[in-house]
């Protein structure tokens, strides 16, 4: 209890300070917008946000659950075979000297300006950051486990699936928390490059028509809505890590 | 299982140019206890790793096996770290071994060992459930359920405290035996208590030495037990590098 308290506090010092700085700077609305008036434009737009939030919100499940299924997938992958981590390695590390943003253009006119742009951007984002911790989990198993699983007369592939897996799951729900951020971002970029719908298509809209009020509403609905993914999963993983 | 066969290993082992130990010959007597003592960092574990096959890097040069035939798939391992799963409870910790093979666990076997090693009704526990003696039990109970001819103990009962200790000692002995079991210690008393065959690695080699007499586990209290405890002790402290500590 003590936790959401302080979560309050936090919360209403943030909205002080943004007053304060409002009041302060004296500046037009529609350069900073005070926190009384995005809480009035979010309740009055509310069906608007509400029905772009949906779309974003699609998209980032989507693309989490799609990272989290290929990532672990790789990772697995990557960890049973060594002609697989040389081949493949370098490309990943390679890969990840591309900034993720310049791709979404090219995403776009592959994808279209729907939903399978934006999918596969939150996908490509969290997809190293999903693969390469749970890959660190899977090549650092206990030493002796493994020599004992050894002895037993266990094949790779049952250490892999009774000793390695189960034992390197804290690393894929580190790897997930992580991906629980990264993927609104990866969205709310593909929303900005293409799209007619979704919090990032919103904010784009109402930015260029001077309603910033309506685009910091937009932007608190998607803060909010991420930080309440990265506490569900975490959840998640701590539910998985006590049932493995 | 089949017959306790004898183990040998003459050879010398290195380790990327150094030497972990000189020629050494060891034989191992089927079906019995012999117990290698000798301070850490003397090759006693190696040796442990090379008859279970787990000395990775490791380059020996010599003789190494049973003196029936392989020793693949017929020897089962127990350390000092107890090495359970965190994630599984007792009973799956401790039939880990069928599902490693891909064979059906026997939950009715593993209840029955179990309760021979004074764990009935813990096998839903976790590991993090169990004290160390009874997690060492559990890790005991999974190696009855292996199964297998040959037993190495890399001192399992080292992390005990003094009573817990010596009650596993009593059990493993007794759940042990008619098994080849080859026992690394650096304790002089648990070698004097539970060797049939007691040999003290040290620098200048290998030493066989008469064990006290009486069947295994003796009691701590035995005179000869405790002659023989004293004489191993007094040849550990006669060895070159614990000298400085005894001058």
Not at chain 2, 31 to 54: E, H, N, Q, R, V
Not at chain 2, 191 to 203: D, F, S, W
Request: net charge positive; hydrophobic share 50%.
């Amino acid at each position: 209890m003590s936790n959401a308290r302080t979560i309050l506090a936090s919360a209403l010092f943030g909205l002080l300070l943004w007053q304060g700085v409002v009041w302060a700077t004296d500046l037009p609305r529609f350069i900073l917008p005070g926190p009384g008036l995005v809480a009035q434009t979010l309740w009055e737009s509310r069906a608007l946000i509400a029905e772009h939030s949906l779309i974003t919100i699609a998209e980032v499940l989507i693309g989490l659950a799609l990272g989290a299924v290929l990532g672990g997938l790789s990772a697995i992958g990557l960890a049973s075979s060594s002609i697989a981590r040389q081949l493949v390695r370098p490309l990943l590390v390679f890969s990840q000297a591309i900034p993720v943003f310049a791709l979404a253009p090219i995403l776009t006119l592959w994808f279209g300006y729907g939903l399978g742009s934006k999918v596969a951007m939150a996908l490509i984002i969290i997809y190293f950051p999903v693969t390469s911790s749970f890959f660190d989990a899977l090549m650092r198993p206990n030493k002796d486990w493994v020599g004992l699983a050894r002895v037993m007369g266990a094949s790779p592939a049952r250490i892999m699936w009774h000793i390695r897996i189960p034992a390197a799951l804290p690393g894929l729900a580190s790897g997930l928390r992580l991906a629980a951020v990264y993927a609104p971002i990866g969205a709310i970029i593909g929303e900005w490059v293409g799209a007619s719908k979704g919090l990032g298509y919103l904010m784009l809209l109402a930015n260029g028509r001077a309603k910033t009020d309506l685009m910091f509403a937009a932007l608190i609905v998607l803060a909010i809505f991420t930080v309440l993914l990265h506490a569900g999963v975490g959840k998640a993983a701590n539910r998985l890590l006590e049932r493995r | 299982m089949t017959t306790a066969p004898s183990l040998f290993l003459h050879g010398r082992a290195e380790m990327s140019g150094a030497t972990l130990f000189r020629d050494v010959a060891l034989d191992v007597p089927g079906g019995g206890w012999t117990c290698l003592l000798g301070p850490s960092g003397i090759g006693k574990s190696t040796i442990l790793k090379l008859f279970a096959d787990l000395a990775e890097g490791v380059d020996f040069d010599g003789r190494i096996g049973a003196t029936d035939g392989p020793l693949a798939g017929r020897v089962a391992l127990m350390a000092q770290d107890d090495l359970l799963l965190p994630w599984l409870d007792v009973l799956g910790n401790v039939t880990l071994g069928a599902r490693l093979r891909g064979d059906t666990p026997d939950p009715a076997r593993a209840l029955d060992v179990l309760d021979k090693v004074g764990l009935a009704g813990f096998e839903a526990r976790r590991p993090s459930e169990l004290s160390g003696g009874q997690r060492q039990r559990a890790a005991l109970a999974r190696t009855l359920m292996e199964d297998r001819p040959v037993v190495l103990l890399d001192e399992p009962f080292s992390a005990l405290d003094a009573r817990t200790r010596a009650r596993m000692q009593e059990l493993t002995a007794e759940t042990l035996s008619g098994r080849t079991v080859l026992l690394v210690t650096h304790d002089p008393a648990e070698a004097a208590r539970l060797g049939q065959k007691i040999i003290v690695m040290t620098e200048t080699g290998l030493r066989d030495l008469p064990p006290p007499a009486g069947p295994v586990p003796r009691p701590v209290g035995d005179a000869d037990t405790l002659r023989v405890q004293a004489n191993l002790l007094e040849i550990l402290r006669k060895d070159e590098r614990c000298a400085p500590l005894t001058s």
